[in-house]
Structures are given as C-alpha cells and as structure tokens.
C-alpha cells in the first residue's frame, strides 16, 4: 500500500476548512493530516486537531519580531512533520517570499472569492459592493504574490440582492468546504503538480481561473 500523502495546515482560528480536510481525509483520498501549526493558542480549530487525534503546535509572534525572524522559527515547525503538502486554512499572517518559495509547488490556499476577483481581505463586501452577479471560492497554488497563485479549483455562487457580507460568506464557506478536500486529494493521488507557475492536472494545464465546481 502507497504511504499516504502527510499534510500539515497552517491556521489562526475556527479551522472549519481544516475540519472538511480532515473530515474528508481516508484511504481512498490517499492523505492523512499529520499536524496543525496556528499562530494563536486559543484558535479553535487546534481543538479540531486534538479531538481528531493530531498533533498541534502553537508558533506564537514575539513582540518586535520582523516577519523574517518569525518565519523562520515557523520553517522549523514546519520541517518537524516532514509535509509533503500544506494547507493554509485560515492562517492570517503574510508569508514571506523565503518561506513560500521554500515550498513552492507543495502550498495550497483557499481564498473566498472568484480570483483574480477581490484579492485581499473583506471578499464578500467587496463582491456587494461591486454589484456582482456571482462571488465564490477559489483553491490555489500559493507563490509569493499575494493571491496570485495558479488556480485550481473554483466554485460559485449567486450574490442576492439582499445580501449581508455574513450571508454570502456563509454561502461561500460551504462550497471551500467541499473544494478544498478535492483539490487535496488530487494532489495526494498525484494527480495535481504546478511547474513554473502554472497548475496542471492529469498532465494538462489547467485554465486561468482553474476548473468549475458542478
């Protein structure tokens, strides 16, 4: 039996991506999350990791710490589990171009809009604000360019007339919970590389804005 695929995601709160990765981990998927690193000791999803069973680790900022310094403790904390894949679910901090590059290729970030739609944070408003027909999710390959990784995976939804910032993220939360398992285990099976900046899956490059989620 091939070893499976060890995963380490990297998060700052909740973990409800996390909780999908894991919940969505199994043999067939061919990975299993080895270990959650988050950078605040009271983010919930290191609760999700202990109830299932996983390793955690807590990589605290120090006070007048450069973002070079602090990266480089988390490379440390990194390399212990030995990744073959991380997953950002969540983890506010901007990485530096060092670490990313470090890992380039074995990376992956979900970001809740239709990139290259509303980099940055504050998506859902952004999308009302824009008078948007559609808003969504997007898994990508992350490079040191903020949000400007290959695309994978995408998934949409409708933005309502009506809509609350609160009411699409709830909307769009439900379709990262089930593209970003998929886009694991493609990577997993193999099936999902990124050579020179583009993302290729089954050996074929994938579009610009990756595939769509039916």
């Given at each position: 039996?091939?070893?499976l695929c060890?995963?380490l995601a990297?998060?700052s709160?909740?973990g409800?991506?996390l909780?999908a990765i894991?919940?969505?981990?199994?043999?067939?998927?061919?990975?299993?999350v080895?270990g959650?690193?988050s950078?605040k000791e009271d983010?919930?999803g290191?609760?999700r990791?202990?109830?299932a069973?996983?390793?955690t680790?807590?990589?605290?900022?120090?006070?007048g710490e450069?973002?070079?310094?602090y990266?480089?403790r988390l490379?440390?904390?990194?390399?212990?589990y030995?990744?073959?894949?991380?997953?950002?679910?969540g983890?506010?901090?901007i990485?530096t171009?060092e670490?990313?590059?470090k890992y380039?290729?074995?990376?992956?970030?979900?970001?809740p809009?239709?990139l290259?739609?509303?980099?940055?944070?504050?998506?859902?408003?952004?999308a009302i604000?824009?008078g948007?027909?559609?808003h969504g999710?997007?898994v990508?390959f992350?490079i040191?360019?903020?949000?400007?990784?290959?695309?994978?995976?995408?998934?949409k939804?409708?933005v309502?007339?009506?809509d609350?910032a609160?009411?699409?993220?709830a909307?769009?939360?439900?379709q990262?919970?089930a593209?970003?398992?998929?886009?694991v285990?493609?990577f997993a099976?193999?099936?999902l590389?990124?050579?020179q900046r583009?993302?290729?899956?089954?050996?074929e490059l994938l579009?610009?804005s990756?595939?769509a989620?039916?």
């Amino acid at each position: 039996m091939p070893q499976l695929c060890r995963v380490l995601a990297l998060i700052s709160g909740n973990g409800s991506n996390l909780q999908a990765i894991i919940d969505h981990s199994q043999p067939k998927a061919n990975y299993q999350v080895v270990g959650v690193i988050s950078n605040k000791e009271d983010a919930y999803g290191l609760t999700r990791a202990t109830d299932a069973g996983i390793a955690t680790q807590c990589v605290n900022s120090i006070s007048g710490e450069t973002r070079e310094a602090y990266d480089q403790r988390l490379i440390a904390a990194i390399d212990s589990y030995q990744p073959d894949l991380i997953v950002l679910a969540g983890f506010m901090r901007i990485l530096t171009n060092e670490l990313v590059e470090k890992y380039a290729g074995k990376m992956l970030n979900v970001h809740p809009s239709l990139l290259p739609r509303h980099t940055g944070l504050h998506t859902h408003q952004k999308a009302i604000d824009a008078g948007d027909s559609e808003h969504g999710a997007s898994v990508h390959f992350v490079i040191p360019e903020l949000d400007a990784g290959p695309v994978v995976l995408q998934a949409k939804v409708p933005v309502f007339e009506d809509d609350s910032a609160a009411l699409l993220a709830a909307r769009v939360h439900e379709q990262e919970h089930a593209i970003y398992p998929l886009v694991v285990k493609w990577f997993a099976l193999g099936r999902l590389v990124m050579r020179q900046r583009q993302a290729y899956l089954d050996g074929e490059l994938l579009p610009a804005s990756g595939y769509a989620a039916d």
